[in-house]
């Protein structure tokens, strides 16, 4: 089972940036892709974005070039740079390694 610990998040306003970071532990041999999720009220949870092991990156089209997703293997955590967020990006994020999630961090977005 692996365990996941997220930071950051927050209330920002809109056009400002955020960082959320993660970091897995307990059995996290042969960690591949990790990701970040949401889940605004009323809507399904979906993809934001995604890392390999290798370094191949999957953004939502929503918040291509405006968020990043980088991991740092030797530490086992990945994190997501958020910049020019805009209220529509208002969500719990999530993490997720494997068949894990976080608990999920708020971010709020106003306007």
């Known amino acids: 089972q692996v365990q996941l610990e997220e930071s950051g998040g927050g209330l920002v306003q809109a056009g400002k940036s955020l960082r959320l970071s993660c970091k897995a532990s307990?059995?996290?041999?042969?960690?591949?892709?990790m990701g970040w999720f949401r889940q605004a009220p009323g809507k399904q949870r979906e993809l934001v974005a995604s890392i390999t092991g290798s370094g191949i990156t999957n953004v939502a089209h929503s918040v291509k070039g405006r968020f990043t997703i980088s991991r740092d293997n030797a530490k086992n955590t990945v994190s997501m740079q958020m910049n020019s967020l805009k209220p529509e990006d208002t969500a719990v994020y999530y993490c997720k390694v494997h068949s894990s999630w976080g608990q999920g961090t708020q971010v709020t977005v106003s306007s």
């Open positions: 307990g059995r996290i041999s042969n960690i591949n892709t």
